[in-house]
């Protein structure tokens, strides 16, 4: 496997070319442990085995931190050793277990990747298929804001979200941090806006470093590989002339950017997207020709309705994109991937 730059700002400070030496899935990181830029600190993270945290913590090993990394599948346990960080059995919906196991870490820093979004393929009723997701944006926040405080923990980073979204079709085409949420009323989408706005407004209030990362739809490896298989099986058409902005962010430019909070930013909500927000009907063609697949079809809305739902519908159609201009001024971060295009190519092809 060829040697990829996983967090290229590990490895800037490094000033080391990335070398494998893991093999955490497909995660390449770099040889030996390093010194980060500024102090070495304790982090918990919890959804370690996830889609962000297969990511990030070789990345935060590699940077240093002392990881403490949960699961609730005891075979996952060896991955998460391999990666170099402590792991623990952990489920983020049961309190008690969370503050003890989080006491137990005294971490500077929490961080909370649990979702339930594995194996989705219906979003004809989202609140059905994202409930157990906002159980864990919901419920999850809160034992683990809880065990922060009673862990004397200072840091707790959150997963946000700036995806494609039932937004109104009102209002410009770009969202900033401080634009109020705009969500598109759908009767079958009531809980999943209203969990990531709990998100949005509980963790900045309640941790005393609290920080969202609102990251946008991910691709690379291990994301969003359903979008390839359905492009391919061409089950993934353009619907209603493909209007909805799309704001991307390659998997592991979100967890280069989980890392550079891990240490700096003032608290509060940051979009992690790339530079290049854009239409359904501009993005998803490019990503099946990318991906050798043959064009995709095109629908109208009412039969994109019939077929996928309001809010597939409304993703499609009305979504608003997001800008990333905060997070670049105030993390200094930088996606690798500026825009989707470059990176849909190396997601294909790697
Ligand atoms: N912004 C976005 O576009 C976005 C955001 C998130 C995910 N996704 C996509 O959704 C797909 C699936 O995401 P994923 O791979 O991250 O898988 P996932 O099924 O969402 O799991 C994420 C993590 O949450 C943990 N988890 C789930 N329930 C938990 C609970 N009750 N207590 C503690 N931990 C819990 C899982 O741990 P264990 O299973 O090890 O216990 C796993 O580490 C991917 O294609 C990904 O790209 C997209």
């Known amino acids: 496997m060829a040697a990829v730059r996983l967090l290229p700002q590990v490895e800037a400070q490094q000033g080391t070319e990335a070398e494998e030496c893991h093999s955490f899935g497909w995660c390449l990181v770099f040889k030996g442990k390093h010194q980060a830029e500024g102090k070495i600190m304790r982090v918990f993270v919890t959804g370690a085995t996830g ?7 070789p990345g935060l090993v590699a940077a240093g931190h002392e990881v403490t990394a949960t699961t609730r599948t005891p075979g996952k346990v060896a991955q998460l050793r391999e990666a170099g960080a402590e792991p623990v059995i952990l489920d983020g919906l049961d309190r008690e277990a969370v503050i003890a196991a989080v006491r137990a870490a005294g971490p500077e820093v929490v961080v909370h990747q649990m979702t339930a979004l594995a194996g989705m393929r219906s979003f004809r009723n989202p609140d059905k298929a994202f409930a157990a997701t906002n159980e864990l944006r919901t419920r999850g926040t809160d034992n683990l804001l809880a065990a922060a405080a009673r862990a004397g923990t200072r840091r707790v980073i959150a997963q946000g979200y700036a995806g494609a979204g039932p937004d109104k079709p009102s209002g410009g085409r770009l969202k900033t941090e401080e634009d109020p949420p705009d969500w598109r009323p759908i009767r079958s989408a009531v809980q999943g806006p209203a969990a990531i706005t709990y998100v949005d407004k509980t963790v900045p209030l309640e941790a005393p470093e609290g920080v969202v990362l609102r990251y946008g739809t991910f691709y690379g490896p291990g994301a969003s590989d359903i979008l390839l298989e359905m492009l391919r099986k061409r089950q993934l058409p353009v619907v209603g002339g493909g209007t909805g ?22 608290p509060g909500v940051y979009n992690v997207v790339d530079d290049d927000p854009a239409p359904v009907a501009e993005w998803l063609p490019y990503l099946a020709k990318a991906a050798g697949a043959k064009p995709p079809l095109r629908v109208p809305a009412w039969l994109g309705r019939l077929l996928a739902g309001e809010f597939v519908v409304a993703q499609m159609t009305t979504s608003r994109g997001s800008s990333n201009e905060k997070a670049r001024k105030e993390l200094g971060w930088e996606p690798r991937y500026a825009s989707w295009r470059e990176g849909f190519r190396a997601w294909v092809s790697g």
């Open 51 to 57: 889609a962000l945290g297969r990511h990030l913590v």
């Open 245 to 266: 902005i799309w704001s991307f962010v390659e998997i592991s430019d979100a967890a280069a950017a989980t890392l550079v909070a891990v240490g700096h930013g003032a």
